[in-house]
């Protein structure tokens, strides 16, 4: 029961209100007092009679103009109205008390971290978003800030703003933190992903065994100066996976420089990579390499397999020692500068053929990542559609749709040959071509490819043995049942009993198209 007491401002009136509630034993949960004459009483809920007598002696004290029944207390109706308006907020806001525990997160922020309320509530926030260093910042000058981070892939911007409350004594004390959390626009993902940036590997998404090893063990190696040759198909992502290196490398603060090895002439490349003395080429202040401008930092070889056997021996040169000459001068220059080579190629292959030089092969050779191709990871399809479902979404500003199983299914089943740059590049046309608010595998109009003779089904090569077995089993299954529809016909051309079959259709819940 909460009421409303309209009165004069005299002296001992509200004294007088706490002593009828006393006299009757009513229970004071709350009182607020208004500068404009109106006291606001929170007390337990009583019966009709007594409210009545209650109310009628209220009215006679000396003062009061009227009193009635109200639903909220002016305090409660504040904070009920702030906290509706933070929880239906379009954008994700949390609030953080002093040890870092998320006190309070919207509905935007739950969607965004994948999170129940009962799972955020009470978590450090550290661990619902670790490029986030919680305890550097309110150790260090609290103030309001702004940084990049990443989610599940995406990029946003965080903005933390200190809470502080001031007391009777108009001292200010740091009570909370708010953070708010928008998504980047384009210019600010570019910005985001700066060569100075720290992030990386955060952009990485992925939950089969085989991506979180890659991913573990290419953090061990960015931290290392040697060679590093990063192998895989295209469209992979071997360039993002090097940028993620060196973000992580002590060399961050420092460039990173990208060369494509591939079809430039040997003058344009060598120039390219050492540059060339003041005069040559009719420059007349000569032009520093990328080596050069580089040093400190990190440098790209991109398709390092069809680099021409001229520079393959300079930069075997380089690699012994860090110097080389500019083209048309005689000193020589030395820089500290990381190499990180990609190919599509397998290098011992063609260092075995003798078309690439067997001894710079090894001196690249020191440290190595292989990128699996997505055809063998098909449990990352769904994460991965996820994201650039939501990138995409983003961008055209359209509402996120709806991917069913089915789609997921259907998406995983496909060889994808052009990797993820092909996933990532279908989602966008399939964004374009959505008439509902479900995406439909017709919509991704993905090219036919030719059967390949050695592999009937896709294979998918993530976790046990006894997995990746039952995987490929029900494939074969759920393949042959559509040209033997029931499990006589699939068990005699299988040559096995029909008993068996029927289990193993049932197991996989392999049914008729």
């Known amino acids: 029961m909460r009421l409303e007491v309209f009165c004069e401002d005299r002296l001992g009136l509200t004294r007088e209100l706490l002593d009828i509630l006393a006299s009757r034993n009513i229970d004071l949960r709350g009182i607020e007092i208004d500068i404009t004459g109106i006291i606001y009483l929170n007390c337990p809920d009583i019966d009709f009679d007594t409210f009545r007598d209650l109310m009628a ?51 935007a922020a739950l969607k965004l971290l994948g999170k129940s309320e009962q799972e955020a509530i009470a978590q450090h926030i550290t661990h619902l978003l670790p490029s986030f260093h919680f305890s550097k910042w309110i150790e260090g000058d609290i103030c ?34 708010v953070m708010s959390i928008q998504p980047s626009s ?13 992030l990386g590997f955060e952009h990485f998404v992925g939950v089969s065994n085989r991506h979180k090893a890659l991913m573990s063990q290419a953090k061990k190696l960015a931290m290392l100066d ?7 198909d295209t469209g992979t992502g071997k360039e993002m996976l090097a940028k993620a290196c060196h973000s992580r490398s002590n060399r961050a603060s420092n460039p990173f420089l990208v060369l494509s090895c591939a079809s430039m002439p040997d003058d344009v490349a060598e120039t390219e990579l050492f540059g060339h003395a003041p005069g040559s080429f009719n420059h007349e202040h000569g032009h520093k390499g990328i080596f050069e401008q580089a040093n400190g930092g990190t440098v790209l070889l991109d398709e390092i397999g069809e680099m021409s056997p001229h520079l393959q021996i300079k930069l075997l040169r380089f690699l012994q ?24 190629h397998n290098l011992a292959d063609l260092a075995e053929q003798g078309a690439f030089r067997e001894d710079l092969y090894y001196r690249l050779n020191v440290l190595t990542l292989t990128i699996p191709p997505l055809r063998e990871r098909a449990s990352d399809i769904a994460p ?35 990797n993820m740059r092909q996933l990532d590049n279908s989602v966008l046309r399939a964004l374009t071509q ?17 059967p390949v003779a050695t592999s009937g089904v896709n294979l998918n090569l993530d976790g046990s043995l006894d997995d990746m077995m039952k995987d490929y089993e029900s494939r074969i299954l759920e393949k042959l049942y559509q040209s033997f529809p029931s499990s006589r016909k699939l068990a005699k051309r299988l040559n096995v009993s029909h008993t068996s079959i029927a289990n193993k259709l049932r197991d996989y819940n392999i049914r008729k198209n």
């Open 384 to 418: 991965l559609l996820d994201l650039f479902i939501a990138k995409h979404s983003q961008k055209l500003a359209i509402a996120k749709p709806q991917c069913t199983d089915t789609l997921v299914k259907d998406l995983g089943s496909y060889p994808w040959p052009g």
């Open 321 to 344: 020692d860090g110097t080389f000459r500019r083209v048309g001068e005689e000193h020589e220059v030395h820089v500290d500068v990381r190499i990180i080579a990609s190919t599509r």
């Open 57 to 107: 002696e209220i009215r006679r004290i000396s003062g009061v103009k009227d009193v009635r029944k109200i639903q909220f207390m002016p305090s409660e109706r504040h904070n009920t109205e702030l906290v509706s308006l933070l929880t239906n907020l379009p954008y994700p806001v949390l609030s953080i008390n002093l040890k870092g525990s998320v006190d309070m997160a919207n509905h």
């Open 186 to 198: 384009t210019a600010i993902i570019s910005e985001s992903l700066s060569d100075n940036n720290i």
């Open 434 to 450: 959505i008439t509902g608010n479900s995406l439909q595998i017709e919509d991704f109009k993905l090219p036919k490819l030719e």
């Open 144 to 177: 309001r800030q702004k940084q990049a981070i990443v989610v599940d892939g995406m990029d946003y911007w965080m903005e933390i703003l200190p809470v502080y409350i001031t007391g009777e004594s108009n001292e200010t004390v740091l009570a909370s933190a």
């Open 226 to 232: 040697q060679p590093l040759l990063i192998e895989g």
